[in-house]
């Protein structure tokens, strides 16, 4: 039984070897190709990562449609993919874009043109209570 595991595990490495020669994926996608735990894939990465033989070539949308997804890539190490960070000022305003739409969608008796907006009439129904 021990000898099947190794057997196969070593079989899934070199489908993952082949996969990342090819093309850059996530780890979701290797996870997807080799059949490996996610924990597995991202250790033996992160081990041909310190070793110089992959690099971080890109990054990928997730499912909320930011880019946090590491896309590997075989070759010799390059610099990795720099990960562009938003400021503070667009991240509260992406969220209270969202706020304000999941309201508005949500209660459609009771539109708000702003945030500002939003915040007011939640006060006023709180003082209401």
């Known amino acids: 039984m021990s000898n099947l595991r190794h057997r196969y595990n070593a079989i899934a490495y070199a489908i993952l ?13 290797m996870v997807e190709e080799t059949g490996l735990a996610e924990h597995t894939i991202r250790k033996f990465m992160d081990s041909l990562h310190d070793q ?28 990795d993919a720099v990960f562009e960070k938003k400021s503070a000022a667009d991240m509260t305003r992406t969220s209270r874009t969202n706020v304000l739409a999941r309201w508005n969608s949500a209660n459609p008796h009771m539109k708000c043109e702003s945030y500002w907006d939003l915040q007011r009439l939640k006060k006023e129904l709180h003082a209401q209570r």
């Open 17 to 29: 070897l082949k996969a990342i020669y090819s093309n850059p994926l996530t780890i979701a996608d």
């Open 52 to 79: 110089k033989m992959v690099y971080i070539y890109g990054w990928a949308m997730d499912n909320a449609g930011r880019r946090t997804l590491k896309l590997w890539k075989w070759g010799p190490h390059r610099k």
